[in-house]
């Protein structure tokens, strides 16, 4: 949705004519206006009819597009609260996110960028608009398309995509997801550019979705269809909106914490009464460079979650020699994914993979695909020549993405990457599997399964107010509550 610049009253003053002349066609109040295209000279103005009781009004494109100043001045001068942009020289076009709250460019994206993230959570506000800096004299024509459609034709500057009163910038909150923007300039002058809007701002909630306001829904659906809520049973904390459950970890080169992360996820959607929706499970999704010895300690924590927390082996795909396997696996439980009962693809591990198996997917079906990530590491990370997508190319496939809180730094020392002190009930439990999953973890200075806090934000209701800054004390009421009598 997006508002106006300015207030009626003010935009039924600006909308008044002044003409070569000097003179003014005047609004009548009790007459319906007549609108004259922007595109009408001066002349055409100064011509039309108003002896017929009704008013002509000169639409300066959607909601105004200036010309030159009343003193005839360059309209630069006169842009409010002394909005600055690059010099008009004609023949590219490149692209500024706007704060419609004062008209002033927003540094991070001057220029908005091909592929670039919009975080509306980092902002300074989320009354935003994009500028074309273009030259010439030709209209400028935007088309978007994505988690929103919007076309505008403007004919003078500011080009603002959503529109201006003179200079003043509609207010435009963009809807969470991935989008194409195509800016066009007479014959020559083009630009096209792919963009995600995210949302990582307060905990519980999630852009886009029911109750949003806070993890990134990045898809190009735009709104969270899992309606469906799978209690569980009557732990409060359980709260899964329904659907199937794919995760990807990658911690056979770099990521020594998915050796526990694994196990704990398993363990958590053990606990929870849910391992039966687990229906994919890649690991060691490192391409291109494996280390033989981690790789080996992911396939120990993998067979481990079989062994104890049960999860089907058949749905188990070790990358490294299973790749084509995994990838099958994944599209066959996409396929059947729905509004209702879609698939949510827990990322622990970099993109490649992910983009693989959601690009094999009809992609009609994508939009059922429910991608959620939490480290910035993992959606940048692609140091191969086996791995070269990244978060905003998977994102890009049409499927709706939440981008929730880093679990390595969600809550302080009681998040899911703390001292070791924090899990000591998890190492002395009187349950094996639990002792199992303490012994996963890699490190002497830590305890870190930070990836399975994602999992922890998925059972506790996901988009639908799932708790993103929980860690130790929220997995132990959980795995306690489910332990056997």
Same mark, same amino acid.
């Given at each position: 949705m997006y508002r106006t610049g300015r207030s009626a009253a003010g935009l039924l003053c600006s909308l008044l004519v002044i003409?070569?002349?000097?003179?003014?066609?005047?609004?009548? &109040?009790?007459?319906?206006?007549?609108?004259?295209?922007? &595109?009408?000279?001066?002349?055409?103005?100064?011509?039309?009819?108003?002896?017929?009781?009704?008013?002509?009004?000169?639409?300066?494109?959607?909601?105004?597009?200036?010309?030159?100043?009343?003193?005839?001045?360059?309209?630069?001068s006169q842009w409010p609260r002394g909005d600055s942009r690059p010099p008009n020289t004609g023949g590219s076009i490149s692209l500024t996110l706007i704060n419609a709250d004062n008209e002033q460019p927003i540094a991070s994206h001057d220029p908005?960028?091909?592929r670039a993230t919009i975080d509306l959570a980092l902002l300074p506000t989320r009354n935003l608009n994009i500028r074309? !800096?273009?030259?010439?004299?030709?209209?400028v024509a935007f088309t978007l398309s994505g988690a929103e459609s919007h076309s505008k034709t403007e004919r003078a500057e500011p080009y603002a995509l959503m529109g201006d009163s003179f200079g003043d910038y509609n207010a435009w909150t963009p809807t969470v997801g991935s989008y194409t923007l195509v800016v066009r300039q007479g014959a020559a002058a083009h630009v096209e550019i792919k963009f995600t809007v995210v949302d990582s701002g307060e905990a519980g909630t999630d852009g886009g979705l029911p109750d949003a306001s806070s993890q990134s829904d990045t &898809?190009?659906?735009?709104?969270?269809?899992?309606a469906n809520v799978d209690s569980g049973g009557s732990n409060p904390a359980i709260n899964f909106p329904g659907g199937m459950v794919a995760i990807s970890h990658d911690g056979n080169q770099h990521d020594s914490d998915d050796w526990g992360?694994?196990?704990? !996820? &398993?363990?958590?959607?053990?606990?929870?009464?849910?391992?039966?929706?687990?229906?994919?499970i890649d690991h060691s999704s490192h391409l291109g460079d494996n280390n033989s010895s981690m790789h080996q300690e992911m396939i120990a924590s993998a067979t481990g979650v079989v062994a104890r927390f049960g999860v089907s082996s058949a749905v188990v795909f070790d990358a490294q020699s299973q790749l084509a396997e995994a990838i099958a696996n994944f599209k066959q439980h996409a396929d059947q994914a729905t509004a209702s009962n879609p698939l949510w693809y827990i990322l622990s591990g970099p993109m490649e993979v992910a983009y693989r198996c959601i690009s094999a997917v009809d992609p009609a079906k994508r939009q059922n695909i429910h991608i959620i990530s939490h480290s910035s590491w993992n959606d940048e990370h692609a140091d191969t020549s086996l791995m070269t997508h990244t978060w905003s190319d998977v994102a890009a496939l049409g499927v709706v993405a939440h981008k929730i809180l880093d679990q390595n730094f969600s809550n302080g020392d009681d998040d899911f990457n703390t001292p070791r002190d924090r899990w000591s009930w998890l190492q002395n439990s009187s349950y094996e599997p639990y002792r199992w999953v303490h012994s996963r973890d890699s490190f002497s200075d830590k305890f870190d399964v930070s990836d399975a806090g994602m999992s922890y934000w998925l059972i506790s209701g996901g988009p639908n107010g799932g708790n993103q800054r929980a860690g130790w004390a929220e997995a132990k009421l959980l795995l306690e509550a489910a332990l056997p009598n």
């Open positions: 003409c070569a002349g000097g003179c003014t066609a005047q609004l009548r &109040g009790a007459s319906e206006p007549r609108i004259i295209d922007s &595109g009408a000279s001066l002349a055409d103005l100064a011509t039309a009819q108003v002896g017929d009781g009704s008013s002509t009004v000169f639409d300066a494109g959607p909601l105004g597009d200036a010309g030159p100043a009343l003193d005839g001045t360059a309209r630069d908005l960028e091909d074309a !800096n273009a030259g010439g004299s030709d209209a &898809g190009s659906a735009g709104t969270d269809s899992a992360a694994l196990a704990m !996820n &398993g363990a958590l959607w053990w606990a929870a009464g849910l391992q039966q929706k687990i229906v994919h």
